[in-house]
């Protein structure tokens, strides 16, 4: 049973517009969420966090937010570089001293069109 | 800063074999973690470190173990090997210690198991 679920194995957009990126979890125990970036070869690199205590988290061009009642968080990206082509990881985990690991999702294959 | 290190990067076993992974943390990171990356199943947990001892396991069989040394540096081993442990090993490290957030995990490039 996946905890973590991220639908679209792949989102293409247009350089310079939106990119949406969505992750639904199951597990209400979840408190803390997080995006990673992978390119090819490469091992995951962290973009952004989230706690549950809050609603919306920004940094530069990358904003996640987390609507709790529905167990959905989403990833925005404003405006799309091409170096934005990547697979993204939603994350999950429950915080607060708890030593379990990361949950992730199956990621989403993100492809900037220039 | 020097990243996280994995070694070897790319490796074949045939089935049956046994196979030891090495990762080596950032300087100052105490907590190592070791995750399974597969097509179908993406980025599975397989187990965290912190000082010398295992603090969690993800849901993988016994034929999956691992260690920390007291320099932090982490070896993980696969006994028995099944042609489904063909993967993406990943190492994580992180500044975290008991009580809290996972906060952010630094990977290293992992190490591409290939069993035959």
């Known amino acids: 049973d996946q905890q973590v679920k991220q639908n679209s194995p792949s989102l293409s957009v247009q350089e310079g517009r939106i990119s949406i990126l969505n992750c639904d979890y199951t597990?209400?125990?979840?408190?803390?969420f997080l995006w990673y970036k992978k390119y090819p070869a490469e091992g995951p690199t962290f973009l952004i966090s989230?706690?549950?205590?809050?609603d919306k988290n920004e940094d530069g061009r990358f904003t996640v937010f987390l609507n709790k009642s529905a167990k959905h968080l989403s990833l925005h990206i404003v405006p799309s570089q091409p170096g934005d082509s990547a697979v993204y990881f939603c994350?999950?985990?429950?915080?607060?001293?708890?030593?379990?690991?990361?949950?992730f999702g199956k990621g989403t294959h993100l492809i900037i069109q220039p | 800063k020097a990243g996280v290190t994995q070694t070897p990067r790319y490796l074949i076993k045939t089935r049956g074999q046994q196979v030891t992974l090495s990762c080596s943390p950032i300087?100052?990171?105490?907590?190592v973690s070791w995750y399974q990356q597969t097509p179908g199943q993406g980025l599975q947990f397989l187990f965290e470190?912190?000082?010398?001892?295992?603090?969690n396991k993800g849901n993988f069989p016994g034929r999956f173990s691992g260690r920390q040394f007291s320099n932090s540096r982490s070896e993980m081993n696969v006994s028995t090997l099944e042609l489904g442990d063909s993967a993406l090993y990943l190492c994580?490290?992180?500044?975290?210690?008991?009580?809290?957030?996972?906060?952010?995990?630094?990977f290293g490039e992992g190490s591409r198991l290939t069993v035959l």
């Open positions: 597990n209400s125990m979840f408190d803390y």
């Open positions: 470190y912190f000082s010398e001892t295992q603090r």
């Open positions: 300087s100052g990171h105490r907590s």
């Open positions: 994580a490290s992180s500044r975290r210690s008991g009580g809290q957030l996972p906060g952010e995990l630094f």
């Open positions: 989230i706690s549950s205590i809050k």
């Open positions: 994350a999950a985990s429950v915080g607060g001293g708890g030593a379990d690991g990361l949950t």
